[in-house]
């Protein structure tokens, strides 16, 4: 079972750059699929972008052209890259990771991190 724990999040006004990092460790990282999801306050948590674990790619049409998702199994980690953020980003960000399906349905996803707060002010 794999323990997962999101960092780089903070504060950005619109426009700029963020570089969000997941780590996992208790499990063989690189036979996950990795997610990367977003949930602002009142709503419900939404898928931004994922990466299999050989590494094919899909993004949220919200996100897409401005967000890059990478992995490094060597260093048990995934990577959202994101640019020209818009106040509409302002989320916790979570990653999660499954076992057997790549989706970018959160029910699909078994594990999941403690998220990390992103704020994009205006």
């Known amino acids: 079972q794999v323990q997962l724990v999101e960092s780089g999040g903070g504060l950005v006004q619109a426009g700029g750059s963020l570089s969000l990092s997941c780590e996992g460790s208790?499990?063989?990282?690189?036979?996950?699929?990795m997610g990367w999801f977003r949930q602002a306050p009142g709503k419900e948590r939404e898928f931004v972008a994922a990466i299999s674990r050989i590494s094919n790619t899909e993004y949220a049409d919200s996100v897409k052209g401005r967000s890059t998702i990478s992995r490094d199994n060597n260093k048990n980690t995934v990577f959202l890259q994101m640019n020209s953020l818009k106040p509409a980003g302002t989320a916790v960000y979570y990653c999660?990771?499954?076992?057997?399906?790549?989706?970018?349905?959160?029910?699909?996803?078994?594990?999941w991190g403690q998220g990390t707060q992103v704020t994009v002010s205006s």
């Open positions: 999660a990771a499954a076992d057997d399906t790549w989706s970018a349905s959160p029910s699909q996803y078994h594990y």
């Open positions: 208790g499990g063989t990282f690189s036979v996950y699929h």
